[in-house]
């Protein structure tokens, strides 16, 4: 089955930056849309960052300009450049595929922004 794993998060000030990992296993990653999503307590993950089979991405309003998502289809690999980072960023980051609630979730990487 389907495995993702989240890691490169941590605690860093206003304005700096973070690059963000996820690796997958158990799928063929090369079709499939990926998604970046970030949870904070008492809310669902909501979907930050996507990027298609063929590396098209898109990007929520709140961090577009900021965040850059891409992905190595040979690793199986997708990452997040995460730039400017605000006070609001703050969250448990997810990888996904997109369209498949089927998938398990992995372990999140937490980022911390503190002012």
């Known amino acids: 089955q389907v495995q993702f794993v989240e890691s490169g998060g941590g605690l860093v000030q206003p304005g700096g930056s973070l690059r963000l990992s996820c690796s997958a296993s158990?799928?063929?990653?090369?079709?499939?849309?990926m998604g970046w999503y970030r949870q904070v307590p008492g809310s669902q993950p909501k979907m930050v960052a996507g990027?298609?089979?063929?590396?098209?991405?898109n990007y929520a309003e709140s961090v577009e300009g900021r965040f850059t998502i891409s992905r190595d289809n040979a690793k199986k690999m997708m990452y997040l450049q995460m730039n400017s980072l605000k006070v609001e960023d703050t969250a448990v980051y997810y990888c996904?595929?997109?369209?498949?609630?089927?998938?398990?979730w992995g372990p999140g990487t937490q980022v911390t922004v503190s002012s």
């Open positions: 990027i298609t089979s063929g590396g098209t991405a």
């Open positions: 158990g799928t063929i990653f090369s079709t499939f849309a």
């Open positions: 996904h595929r997109v369209g498949v609630p089927s998938d398990a």
